[in-house]
């Protein structure tokens, strides 16, 4: 399984980017993927779940400004992040569930990772 993620960036405060995260090599038809993000001196977080049946989970600190989606026929993973602020920079990470196939129960540890994606948010 190979994960690729691409559309980081810099943006100011305000701003919006979108990633994308590349799929292959996965053949679970129930699944779960998620992004995650690590920023510098800190531990890496949980920031966006769905599973194969749509539904959603999202971190508290980026509710209502994040929104992760899915190309189903493509296997590929959105997450959409608008309003985005100093605090949001961090590498980014998308990565797949070996065993997971809800949201519900998501842990720290998938399957996969991809390599990762930088966002720098300026104020």
């Known amino acids: 399984v190979q994960l690729q993620e691409s559309g980081g960036g810099s943006v100011p405060a305000g701003g919006s980017l979108r990633l994308s995260c590349a799929v292959s090599?996965?053949?679970?038809?129930?699944?779960?993927w998620g992004w995650f993000r690590q920023a510098p001196g800190k531990e890496r977080e949980g920031v966006a779940f769905?599973?194969?049946?749509?539904?959603?989970r999202y971190a508290d600190s980026v509710k209502g400004r994040f929104t992760i989606s899915q190309d189903n026929a493509n296997y590929t993973l959105y997450l959409q992040m608008n309003s985005l602020k100093p605090e949001d920079t961090a590498m980014y990470y998308c990565?797949?569930?070996?065993?997971?196939?809800?949201?519900?129960?998501?842990?720290?540890?998938?399957?996969?990772w991809g390599q990762g994606t930088q966002v720098t948010v300026s104020s």
């Open positions: 090599g996965y053949t679970y038809t129930t699944y779960c």
């Open positions: 769905i599973d194969s049946d749509g539904t959603t």
């Open positions: 990565a797949a569930y070996r065993d997971t196939t809800a949201v519900r129960d998501v842990g720290d540890k998938p399957g996969w």
